[in-house]
């Protein structure tokens, strides 16, 4: 397995977002056109990705271009073969090295109250529960990892 951001291109990426579009306690394509996030993401989000060959097996996207210095992770996923392997934990920390590189604060994180294992993952990484008065999706749980309250990843 390797981690090589310069092999991501539109067609594998979205093939990896098809497949684990279904994996997700509500499906990515429920909410977004899959072709369009995949376009958005190659634009603008920080992708971390890592491969098997040619495959990509897991990425952890998000978004470094907030003038708040609060980044936002908007897509983790594995593919169902490669779980269970630290894949997602890797793709995150190597995420919050790039906002350490840019001087951020603090990294968003949200999930369905229904993913126990994205739960515990996050909380395992550090990251912590905060809520947000007025929430429109009351079924989201909401995680922060504040760059200045922890100390190294390891």
Known sequence: MSNNTEKITKKNLLRFIQQVDKAFPIPLSDKVNLEDYTEKLLKNAVICAEFNNKQIIGVVAGYINDVSSLAYISLVAVLPQAREEGVASKLIKEFFEKCREKAYI???????????????????????????????????????????????IH
């Open 106 to 152: 603090a990294v968003h994180v949200y999930t369905h109250k229904t993913n126990h294992s994205a739960i515990r993952m996050y909380e395992k990484l550090g990251f912590e529960k905060y809520e947000i008065k007025n929430e429109p999706r009351p079924e989201d749980e909401h995680f922060i990892y504040d760059f200045s309250s922890k100390c190294a």
